[in-house]
T-cell receptor, first 113, second 114 residues
């Protein structure tokens, strides 16, 4: 199946720092999604992107749909301890159904005081 | 929280035994999904359902079967569990298969096959 590569795999940062992570695909996607998973819970949608070049914010989080349509980026500004978790990207191409979502391998974020 | 309940939350079983995981929803959503989550692989779709008695295979369906006899319940069965099926299993629901923002996940079932 399709592969989504996320980097970095893990990050250890101090409270207040900004965070950047990205997701790359071997094929073109029409939708990019970013999820956060907290320990013992399922993923929760943070941001959805539908157009190449689109930049969307959700509080301190900003995500971008890459212009090549093969990548996406997530930035977190001024990190706080509750940002801890695993961040997943997901995308899908032309088939247009949730059953065709491909998920990335995740970026584990740890925030120290 | 979306009304999704997965049971059990944790299970340890032995190789070769049958195992059934249950996903129950109170949202009356049409679509239900089973994923597994493994390190280095993210979430991968096992099976999904688009209505009562209507199911289809996902990316990693070998060794798994599903049933949906009622709108609210979607069962995942491992007929003969293997160690490679040790994983965290997530159920998800949606009322619109074409709207990604309407896909909600349960809290997961941690399954260990010894």
């Amino acid at each position: 199946g399709q592969q989504l590569n996320q980097s970095p795999q893990s990050m250890f940062i101090q409270e207040g720092e900004d965070v950047s992570m990205n997701c790359t695909s071997s094929s073109i996607f029409n939708t990019w999604l970013w999820y956060k998973q907290e320990p013992g819970e399922g993923p929760v949608l943070l941001i959805a992107l539908y157009k190449a070049g689109e930049l969307t914010s959700n509080g301190r989080l900003t995500a971008q749909f890459g212009i090549t349509r093969k990548d996406s980026f997530l930035n977190i500004s001024a990190s706080i301890p509750s940002d801890v978790g695993i961040y997943f990207c997901a995308g899908r191409g032309d088939t247009g159904t949730a059953s065709k979502l491909t998920f990335g391998t995740g970026t584990r974020l740890q925030v120290t005081l | 929280d979306a009304g999704i309940t997965q049971s059990p939350r944790h299970k340890v079983t032995e190789t070769g035994t049958p195992v059934t995981l249950r996903c129950h929803q109170t949202e009356n959503h049409r679509y239900m999904y089973w994923y597994r989550q493994d390190p280095g692989h993210g979430l991968r779709l096992i099976h999904y359902s688009y209505g009562v008695k209507d199911t289809d295979k996902g990316e990693v369906s070998d060794g798994y079967s599903v049933s949906r006899s009622k709108t609210e319940d979607f069962l995942l069965t491992l007929e003969s569990a293997t160690s490679s099926q040790t994983s965290v299993y997530f159920c998800a629901i949606s009322d619109d298969d074409r709207d990604d923002e309407k896909l909600f996940f349960g809290s997961g079932t941690q399954l260990s096959v010894l």
